[in-house]
C-alpha cells in the first residue's frame, strides 16, 4: 500500500517553518554513519546502500582499522574487503567497487576524495546520492542528498513532491531557504528515520506538524492517548 501524498505543495514560508521545527527539535543532526576523513565517509556511503547505518558501522570498524585509506584497502584485495563486510546486502558487488573506487583514487586522484561532482560520479559505486553525501559532510557544500527517507517526506509533507528522487531534490534546493539547506540533509533523514517512518509516521511527535500537508496526519494524531495531543490539537 503506497503512502498518500500531499494535498498540495508547502509554500516557501511553510517550508522554512517546518525546516526551522525540524532543527529546533534535533540543532546537533548529524551524520550517523562513523568516518574520519573524506575517504572513510565515501566508503561507508557506498556501503550504505540498501543497508542500516548501524549495520554498515559495524563492519567498517574492522575494515577501516585494517585498511584506512586507499593504498591500503587495495593492499587488502577485493576478497579481503569483502570478507569484512558480508553481513551487509550486496556485499560482493560493493566490495569490487570499493576496490575498483579505491585504484581510481590513486591513479587519478593521488589518493584523495575529490571534491567535485563530475569527478565523484565517475567513481566506481558513486550515484548522484552519494555525491551529494560527500560534497554535503566532507566540503561543506549546500547538497541535498535524497535517499529512501528524504523521497518519502518531499512527497508525504508536500514539502517537494516528486515522481523521482531528482525532481525531489529540485523541489527542496528550490523551496528550502539557502542558509539551511545544507544541514537540512540531516534534519531530513533523520526525521524520517524515527519520526516520519514509512508504514507508521508518528504524526504526534512531529516538529513540523502544522505546516505539514499530509492528508491523514489528523488521523494518525488521533490514534495517540488525548494526554499528548494537546497542544497539536489546540
Known amino acids: 500500500m503506497t503512502t498518500p501524498t500531499a494535498r498540495r505543495p508547502m509554500t516557501k514560508p511553510e517550508a522554512r517553518r517546518f525546516i526551522t521545527a525540524l532543527a529546533d527539535a534535533n540543532p546537533d543532526a548529524k551524520s ?34 585494517e585498511a584506512p585509506d586507499p593504498a591500503a584497502m587495495l593492499r587488502l584485495g577485493e576478497a579481503g574487503i569483502a570478507a569484512h ?6 556485499w560482493r558487488a560493493k566490495a569490487h567497487n570499493v576496490f575498483l ?22 567513481l566506481p559505486g558513486v550515484g548522484r546520492k552519494t555525491a551529494n553525501v560527500v560534497l554535503n559532510v566532507a566540503f561543506g557544500e549546500s547538497a541535498m542528498a535524497v535517499d529512501t527517507h528524504i523521497f518519502r517526506i ?4 508536500g514539502l517537494a513532491p ?17 542558509d ?44 495517540h492517548p488525548p494526554a499528548s495531543q494537546n497542544a497539536l490539537l489546540s
Request: net charge positive; charged share 25%; with cysteine.
Open 101 to 122: 573506487l579505491c585504484r581510481q583514487l590513486l591513479d587519478h586522484h593521488g589518493g584523495d576524495v575529490p571534491s567535485d561532482r563530475a569527478s565523484l560520479e565517475a
Open 154 to 157: 518531499g512527497n508525504r509533507t
Open 85 to 90: 563486510i558480508r553481513t551487509i546486502g550486496l
Open 32 to 65: 550517523e554513519l562513523d568516518f574520519t576523513n573524506p575517504f572513510t565517509l565515501l566508503v561507508a556511503v557506498v556501503l550504505s546502500a540498501q543497508a542500516t547505518d548501524k549495520s554498515v558501522n559495524k563492519v567498517t570498524a574492522g575494515l577501516f582499522a
Open 162 to 178: 516528486g515522481r523521482t528522487t531528482r525532481e525531489v531534490e529540485d523541489g527542496l534546493v528550490a523551496r528550502i531557504p539557502p
Open 180 to 223: 539551511m539547506l545544507r544541514p537540512a540533509h540531516h534534519w531530513l533523514i533523520l526525521h524520517g528515520r524515527y519520526v516520519c517512518k514509512a508504514r507508521a509516521p508518528e504524526c504526534w511527535r512531529c516538529p513540523g506538524y502544522d505546516p505539514c500537508q499530509f492528508p491523514e496526519k489528523r488521523a494518525r494524531l488521533m490514534l
